[in-house]
């Protein structure tokens, strides 16, 4: 597969969501957080409700599909800044990579302790 600038798509894209999900809990259990902690931020992410987000999961979709499918990606998303192995998430052009990038940070910001209300952007 190919982007529109014919560059070969970063395998993340087609891994399955499933698959990589299982690393976000365990990576926030490990710091004394919760599995519901890590769905309740992709759900504010990617406006999937419980059983829809269950769903995906369970069909296995690929990172790509999986945001591409997502019913509202929160509008203040735009608002996560900061790095992400080595990148500043808010300067990444790909659409998908910055929604996949997005989601990496606001975990690492689970797992580092942040308060839910600062990692879901609440005023």
Request: hydrophobic share 35%.
């Amino acid at each position: 597969m190919a982007t529109r600038a014919g560059q070969a798509k970063h395998r993340i894209y087609t891994t399955s969501f499933a698959s990589v999900y299982p690393h976000y809990v365990v990576k926030a259990e490990k710091k004394g957080r919760t599995k519901a902690e890590v769905d309740t931020i992709i759900r504010w992410l990617t406006g999937y409700s419980k059983k829809r987000l269950e769903t995906q999961l369970r069909k296995e979709t690929d990172f790509e599909t999986f945001f591409a499918l997502a019913p509202k990606m929160n509008p203040n998303r735009a608002l996560i800044t900061g790095v992400v192995c080595g990148v500043r998430v808010e300067e990444v052009e790909e659409e998908t990579m910055r929604e996949i990038r997005y989601l990496d940070k606001l975990i690492d910001e689970l797992a580092k302790g942040k308060a839910m209300e600062k990692i879901l952007r609440s005023p």
